[in-house]
């Protein structure tokens, strides 16, 4: 993770981001307190934790989904579409270099955007999402450099609003469950997402982007320790989705709810703070 000590939404790019507007900007006080309390929630769960050290003027460093992905002991660094974005390719290559990690570049016009796109779902390999900020060339670059273990299934992204995968489609490794915005995918990746040997649900339309008062969620963006799933809420605004908790109760899934709107102003979530290593 990395503190959002330089958080804020300096400028706009519709192409890279549509949420980004420079009218409606994070409050640092209560975007730290959110972020806060999910760093609290990994610790209560004793996951191990490690930090980036935040640098002046790298304002979406915070999100550090897209900054790699690795397989064992090798790490690819991503290679960001956002210019504002791309010194920080040197920083997490040089995190991974000293843990050890057997660093790999990807050619300079392949882009790729780390765990925010590729989805670990079990025996049935990894969910691969390009089109808007990650070329397909880049899942073909991860087959011939890792031991995968498993295959990639590719989807293509073409809501602009959804540009990550992370913001539309969430795994549970406890329910090999899987749980989509279908908005988001065109119809032959909805086709190959309907096929997989898992439990599946498209999301209710409340549970593509929240808006709240002072900024907005996605609910999509979580995370899940063990047997607990995260989502990005505001019980403030209405209770959460019955038939989405539900469904994840019947099969001794567990549901922990944290507003996380402040992140949302850069169309974020609990998932894009978090890089893991396991």
């Known amino acids: 993770m990395c503190p959002p000590q ?63 992905w690795h397989k064992g002991n090798r790490a690819v660094i991503a290679r960001l579409a956002p210019e504002w974005r791309r010194p920080e390719e040197k920083i997490v290559r040089d995190w991974f ?8 570049d990807l050619p300079e016009d392949i882009f790729f955007e780390g765990q925010g796109d590729v989805l670990s779902i079990g025996d049935s390999g990894y969910l691969f999402c390009y089109g808007i900020r990650n070329n397909l060339e880049a899942m073909e670059f991860l087959e011939r450099n890792l031991n995968l273990g498993g295959k990639f299934i590719p989807l293509k992204l073409v809501n602009p609003q959804f540009y990550h995968g992370d913001v539309c489609i969430r795994y549970s490794r406890h329910r090999n469950a899987l749980l989509y915005n279908p908005l988001a995918f065109d119809s032959e990746s909805l086709r190959r997402i309907e096929q997989l040997p898992l439990k599946k649900m498209a999301a209710p339309k409340e549970m593509w982007v929240q808006e709240t008062p002072k900024g907005r969620n996605f609910p999509l963006n979580g995370c899940y320790v063990d047997r607990i799933e995260t989502f990005p809420w505001d019980l403030s605004l209405g209770p959460f989705p019955a038939k989405v908790r539900t469904w994840i109760q019947e099969d001794g899934g567990e549901i922990w709810i944290s507003n996380y709107d402040q992140f949302g102003l850069s169309g974020a979530g609990h998932r894009c703070c978090s890089y893991f290593l396991d």
């Not at 730290?32 to 996951?47: G, I």
């Open 6 to 68: 330089y958080f804020d939404v300096p400028i706009e790019d519709k192409a890279r981001n549509p949420w980004m507007s420079v009218r409606q900007k994070p409050d640092p006080a209560v975007a730290f307190q959110q972020w806060q309390k999910l760093l609290d929630f990994y610790a209560f769960h004793k996951l191990g934790m490690w930090f980036l050290r935040a640098q002046e003027g790298l304002f979406d460093q915070v999100f550090t989904a897209n900054i790699a």
């Open 97 to 104: 270099v000293r843990e050890k990690y057997q660093v790999l």
